[in-house]
């Protein structure tokens, strides 16, 4: 199996510009998630989706973020315009549920830098 | 409100002794709870998990201990190996939810 696979793996674009980042889930896996790794705030959920259905997104920053999950295999992070704030790595995971619990698959992420 | 909380940022340790990474969580809703792993440029691994009908799970040389009066889980690492420096994520979740919450994270580095 290849894993959650992202792209691209690093990002650097100028303020302004719309940024997409795009990810493939494990095949199988009912739920897609999307995290932002910043040094101030950790690891902390954006979205995620189950069966390509957006369920949870409190945790979109702002409405310049949005996502989309067109099918069972593909992901897209879009932000649009990015500012230098926007600076992180972002990840994305999926899962499958498993009995009551489940793992959440990490993909190697996409470093963003926005000058 | 940082829900689940790691306190030590970083923790050394010679090779072959005992490692111990601990957490602490707020929300007594949580009850699954896992560590993950993390290199540098890649993404978090899956290494562990527990839910709150246990106190212990095992798997190989990485055991949980989960205390839940205490709020309180740790990840003992014996014997600790050089390949085994990393960060440490600790994460939590309710059963019914899907979202994990994680701390921030401790650099384990093991000394040869």
């Known amino acids: 199996d290849a894993g959650v696979i992202q792209s691209p793996r690093h990002e650097v674009t100028e303020m302004g510009q719309e940024v997409t980042l795009r990810c493939k889930p494990i095949s199988g896996h009912d739920y897609l998630f999307w995290y932002r790794q910043t040094m101030m705030r950790g690891l902390e959920l954006l979205i995620y989706?189950?069966?390509?259905?957006?369920?949870?997104d409190s945790g979109m920053p702002e409405d310049r973020f949005s996502a989309k999950m067109p099918n069972a295999s593909f992901s897209t992070l879009k932000i649009q315009p990015s500012e230098p704030r926007d600076s992180a790595v972002y990840f994305c995971?999926?899962?499958?549920?498993?009995?009551?619990?489940?793992?959440?698959?990490f993909g190697p992420g996409t470093r963003l830098t926005v000058l | 409100d940082q829900q689940v909380k790691q306190n030590s940022p970083s923790l050394s340790v010679q090779e072959g002794r005992i490692s111990i990474l601990n957490c602490d969580y707020t929300n007594s809703m949580f009850d699954y709870f896992l560590w993950y792993k993390k290199y540098p440029a890649e993404g978090p691994t899956f290494l562990i998990s527990?839910?709150?009908?246990?106190d212990k799970n095992e798997d190989g040389r990485f055991t949980v201990f989960l205390n839940k009066s205490a709020k309180h889980l740790s990840l003992h690492i014996v014997p600790s190996q050089p390949g085994d420096s990393a960060v440490y994520f600790c994460a939590a979740s309710p059963l019914t939810a899907r979202q994990l919450t994680f701390g921030s994270g401790t650099q384990l580095t093991v000394l040869p």
């Open positions: 527990i839910s709150s009908i246990k």
């Open positions: 989706f189950n069966n390509n259905v957006p369920i949870d």
């Open positions: 995971a999926s899962s499958s549920m498993q009995g009551y619990t489940d793992t959440q698959y």
